[in-house]
């Protein structure tokens, strides 16, 4: 390993701990005032990242011009404080597991159908990479959609990573880690297949222009590059989505 890999391991192993560390310290505090105040450090975030803030201006003119731009600076500001009241959310999991039933409302007319659908085996589940996404396998997998599992990219480091899922995992979720699927393809459709069979919802949130298998399909009047491993997949193990 050359000098400036070695420190760029480093500087992410040290920024995982720091993560590690500060998000852990969020468990010793009441509920509302922790999530409460991850969104307010993501605000913070906001004016201290130039470079993201100025991607998502960018983004939000080019898909949506007509926004005035006090409207687009604080859309980038909730974004920002959506951010952090999720990274919160995580490590918070296991309490607010308990506590889902009384912040998340199931339509329980469109749960009776998801349910019909999957019937007693696999199913996946593709969603966009927005809204509580944290929060939203743990709530299907206590209204009925076990077992679970996951795909989940790598983070900032293996530390963090770790973390990560193993808070996610409280819950029962299985998790499946996008980078033996960038790496290792054969065993990554191995892992996902036997996740199949084994009658698992599978989770995927879907994100654009990532390193994955993709197609380009128009979003917003613009062509994008969209993942397709739930429709690979599926040609191969049907399952209702």
Not at 215 to 238: C, E, K, M, W
Request: net charge positive; proline share 6%.
């Amino acid at each position: 390993m050359t000098t400036r890999s070695v420190w760029r391991a480093f500087r992410h192993e040290a920024a995982s701990l720091a993560i590690v560390f500060g998000l852990s310290l969020f468990r010793l505090l009441p509920t509302h005032f922790a999530l409460v105040l991850g969104q307010k450090l993501g605000f913070l975030v906001a004016r201290l990242d130039k470079s993201g803030s100025a991607r998502a201006r960018k983004q939000l003119a080019m898909c949506l011009p007509e926004l005035d731009p006090a409207t687009v600076r604080t859309t980038i500001r909730e974004m920002y404080g959506h951010f952090g009241q999720g990274a919160v959310e995580v490590s918070l999991l296991p309490r607010l597991v308990r506590e889902l039933r009384q912040r998340v409302d199931v339509d329980p007319t469109m749960l009776e159908q998801a349910l019909a659908a999957r019937g007693n085996g696999a199913a996946w589940m593709a969603a966009g990479h927005v809204g509580a996404w944290e929060l939203l396998s743990h709530v299907l997998v206590q209204q009925g959609f076990a077992p679970g599992a996951g795909i989940a990219r790598a983070a900032f480091g293996d530390r963090l990573d770790r973390w990560l899922n193993h808070r996610r995992s409280l819950t029962g979720l299985r998790m499946l880690l996008r980078p033996r699927f960038d790496e290792h393809p054969g065993t990554a459709a191995k892992e996902l297949l036997q996740a199949l069979r084994d009658g698992c919802m599978i989770g995927v949130l879907l994100d654009q222009d990532t390193s994955v298998p993709s197609q380009i399909v128009p979003f917003f009047g613009r062509p994008a590059r969209t993942p397709s491993v739930v429709a690979d997949l599926r040609a191969r193990r049907p399952a209702p989505v």
